[in-house]
């Protein structure tokens, strides 16, 4: 697959600007308990700031590559690399155009709009 499907991509469920890198598109859905998955779609390479959250973060690139960085190391990720980012690890990302990712929070990162 080259894409999410279109049934995952509603435009309810589209994260908003301020909660995610410029020229990337994403989506969220929401769990019982608090916790979210979003996947996104990075149509330029760019760049996501440093940030820390409360909660642990899991994500697999789908397609492409992400680069995390964390204690000005850098590890690159390709398709069906997994991690699992630890509560309060300050970290960054690299993207390169055309990745693909999924994200599960512990807890809510990501707004609609």
Not at 53 to 70: A, K, M, N, P, S
Request: with cysteine.
């Amino acid at each position: 697959m080259e894409d999410f499907p279109a049934f995952m991509k509603t435009p309810e469920n589209s994260i908003a600007s301020k909660s995610q890198s410029r020229d990337v598109k994403g989506w969220v859905y929401d769990g019982v308990d608090g916790k979210q998955m979003a996947y996104w779609v990075c149509e330029t390479n760019g760049v996501s700031n440093g940030h820390v959250h409360d909660f642990d973060e899991y994500f697999v690139v789908l397609q492409g590559r992400f680069t995390l960085i964390i204690n000005d190391q850098k590890l690159d990720f390709h398709r069906g690399d997994e991690y699992v980012i630890p509560r309060n690890v300050p970290h960054a990302g690299e993207f390169v155009a055309g990745t693909r990712t999924i994200h599960c929070f512990g807890g809510k990162r990501a707004e609609r709009g």
